[in-house]
């Protein structure tokens, strides 16, 4: 009773550990990436001084050929390239998700901030105060996220780089 | 329970050992990426908007303890920057803002879901755009690498997981944990720093920031340079959250010359910096 205890452990273990092992290694062989950076060349050799062959919209998938340390080598519409593993990932780019969306209307933001200072109390500490020290500046905050330039302003900022 | 079932079977160890071997095999300061953290980015919209109302708390908070540089233009010129690094981001879903602190320090912050400091003495030491867009890129890539969110503590349920918990439960105990992760996250920024490897691969990611966007890949290896010679307690700051300048020049070289960064004669823009920068 004991042994067959024993090797339904060995049996489940070694299952488990292959299953790991293969998990991993599907992991490691992903055949596919997609660009997620708006900039992500494909070049003719690993290395950012070789000759671009394309540049693939954002959200493109490549098909994977090999990889060299930070390089992938892909199939781009039947060229066949070296893109950055910086530029790219292996989940699709995904919808923008903004502040906004999370925003908590006046009474909320109020209540969370009471809810803030009431964690705050619990541990000691009194109104507005972390125990890092200082409080929260909503205000300035605003200030900082109304600061994003017009898409027609960054455009013509960017020129004097893209001129190359 | 019985002690017995607890213990691993050999097959399971064998796997173990495998993976920390994997894992203990990357030198310790290479500049190269962590595949287990490129591999692993399966994140939901609802642990994205987490990290996102997260990080607009620790912000705010950034913000309660500096003031803001009272200098619309020179704020707008760094937001131009940074966008225009952000663009090469691989994380199209966030919205990135920078912001320029007053501060007496040398140094440059981000919090998670895209909020991006620098203070007015770190722009001071520099002397073009390109090094601006370094620093800023160096930041991007830590919020990009989501190093914050998975330096945080958050349960046993894995930072991701803990952090969309948090924002969402409106229990006492969950109010304590959100208001500590904001402590830690905060105690990481001023004071304990992130992992050696996270700074080191946010330069790596950072030169490649760069070079994607048409700036000049070798400017953070200059300005690190300036700081490191600058003598000053200013680069006594720097090097406590971050490791030792001469692992990061070291790291960096090895990368620019991998790369093949090195000689592509990108733009600096020295002179565009100077008139948007000085009053």
């Known amino acids: 009773m004991i042994q067959t205890s024993s090797a339904r452990r060995w049996l489940t273990g070694l299952c488990t550990g292959l299953l790991i092992s293969l998990l991993m290694s599907l992991s490691a062989l992903a055949d596919e990436v997609f660009v997620l950076s708006e900039v992500a060349p494909v070049l003719d050799a690993p290395r950012f001084n070789a000759t671009t062959l394309a540049e693939p919209p954002k959200g493109t998938a490549l098909t994977i050929l090999t990889n060299e340390n930070n390089w992938l080598q892909v199939d781009y519409h039947g060229q066949t390239g070296w893109v950055s593993r910086w530029l790219v990932g292996t989940e699709p780019p995904q919808a923008k998700v903004t502040h906004l969306e999370g925003e908590l209307d006046a009474d909320e933001v109020r209540l969370r901030a009471s809810e803030v200072t009431t964690a705050g109390a619990i541990r000691g500490l009194s109104e507005g105060e972390t125990e890092f020290g200082g409080g929260t500046d909503y205000a300035e905050l605003e200030r900082m996220e109304g600061l994003q330039p017009d898409p027609n302003e960054l455009t013509e900022f960017q020129r004097p780089l893209t001129a190359r | ?138 930041e991007i ?46 105690s990481i920024l001023f004071e304990k720093g992130l992992e050696r490897q996270d700074e080191l691969e946010a330069d790596a990611q950072g030169a490649i920031l760069l070079a994607s966007t048409g700036y000049d890949p070798g400017a953070l290896r200059r300005y690190l340079d300036r700081v490191h010679e600058s003598g000053t307690d200013q680069h006594a700051e720097l090097s406590g959250t971050h490791p030792p300048f001469d692992v990061r020049l070291a790291a960096l070289d090895r990368q620019l010359h991998d790369e093949g960064l090195t000689g592509l004669d990108y733009p600096r823009l020295a002179e565009r910096f100077r008139d948007r920068t000085q009053p």
């Not at chain 2, 914050?148 to 969309?164: F, P, W």
């Open chain 2, 1 to 138: 329970m019985d002690p017995r079932t607890c213990t691993l079977s050999p097959a399971l160890c064998l796997s173990l050992a495998l993976l920390l071997s994997a894992c203990a095999s990357a030198p310790p300061d290479d500049y190269r990426p962590r595949l287990s953290q490129q591999l692993e980015e399966t994140l939901t919209p609802a642990d994205i908007q987490a990290e996102v109302d997260f990080g607009r708390h620790v912000a705010a908070s950034i913000l309660g303890r500096m003031d803001g540089l009272d200098n619309d233009a020179v704020q707008r010129y760094v937001n131009l920057v940074g966008q225009t690094v952000a663009r090469a981001s691989r994380r199209p879903e966030l919205d990135f803002y920078f912001y320029v602190l007053e501060s007496d320090q040398v140094n440059a912050y981000a919090a998670p879901g895209g909020y991006v400091f620098i203070t007015r003495p770190a722009l001071a030491l520099m002397r073009d755009e390109s090094e601006l867009a370094a620093v800023l890129a160096h």
């Open chain 2, 141 to 186: 890539a830590h919020v990009d690498q989501r190093h914050i969110v998975r330096a945080l503590d958050i349960g046993a349920t894995g930072s991701d997981a803990g952090l969309a918990q948090l924002m969402g439960g409106a229990s006492e105990t969950t109010r304590v944990v959100f208001d500590q992760a904001v402590d830690q996250a905060l």
